[in-house]
């Protein structure tokens, strides 16, 4: 059973910061890449941020330049620092995991980061 969590959401201003986490666990092999995805309301899930079991990442076109992504993987952590937030990156933020083995492709609960004044 692998299980993500993600922590790290809540609301902040403008122009602000936050750094969302997400922990994973579980029978994992094989790891294809690790990111973060949002989806806000009356919109389709998008790509925020991920990156390969090799280290190369990439970016939604709104995000770059804004948010990095980075992994522990001596804690099984997966990292997203949000800079500049702006109002349009409020959203449910979903930590994703996918695999090679068995195509695995896992999900966790998601994080509601809002931006607003």
């Known amino acids: 059973q692998v299980q993500l969590v993600e922590s790290g959401g809540g609301l902040v201003q403008p122009g602000g910061s936050l750094r969302l986490s997400c922990a994973y666990s579980?029978?994992?092999?094989?790891?294809?890449?690790m990111g973060w995805y949002r989806q806000a309301p009356g919109k389709q899930r998008e790509l925020v941020a991920r990156?390969?079991?090799?280290?190369?990442?990439n970016y939604g076109d709104s995000v770059k330049g804004r948010f990095t992504i980075s992994r522990d993987n001596a804690k099984n952590m997966v990292y997203l620092q949000m800079n500049s937030l702006e109002s349009e990156d409020t959203a449910v933020y979903y930590c994703?995991?996918?695999?090679?083995?068995?195509?695995?492709?896992?999900w966790g609960q998601g994080t509601q980061v809002t931006v607003s004044s």
């Open positions: 990156m390969t079991n090799g280290g190369m990442t």
């Open positions: 579980g029978r994992i092999f094989s790891i294809n890449h």
């Open positions: 994703n995991l996918r695999t090679f083995y068995s195509n695995g492709d896992y």
